[in-house]
């Protein structure tokens, strides 16, 4: 059975630093990408970044480039997100997201992890 455990989030100040960390199992992921999404209240869930897990191939949404960095650790099967010069509007609820290269939707989901920014 395929788990995405995203942990990390909490309550930060403006400026700060967080790094959410999302821990795969139940599969092989060398032939998956893997994301970062995030839901603010009242609105839509929207891409943050992503990440092939085989390679170092990375995109991010304009809203947090140069903030935030997507990595990975292969043996540790597990994903990263640093967000750094966090901003109130980054405030959200995180998720991690698994999908087949060869598809545009993500086929797994991690149950979310909260982030708030304080002004």
């Known amino acids: 059975q395929v788990q995405l455990v995203d942990v990390g989030g909490g309550l930060v100040q403006a400026g700060g630093s967080l790094r959410l960390s999302c821990a795969a199992s139940?599969?092989?992921?060398?032939?998956?990408?893997m994301a970062w999404f995030r839901q603010a209240p009242g609105k839509e869930r929207e891409f943050v970044a992503s990440i092939l897990w085989s390679g170092i191939f990375t995109t991010y949404a304009d809203s947090v480039k140069g903030r935030f960095t997507i990595s990975r650790d292969n043996d540790k099967n597990t994903v990263y997100l640093q967000m750094n010069s966090l901003k109130p509007e980054d405030t959200a609820v995180y998720y991690c997201a698994a999908g087949p290269v060869t598809k545009i939707a993500y086929d797994y989901w991690g149950q979310g992890t909260q982030v708030t920014v304080s002004s």
């Open positions: 139940g599969r092989t992921f060398s032939s998956f990408r």
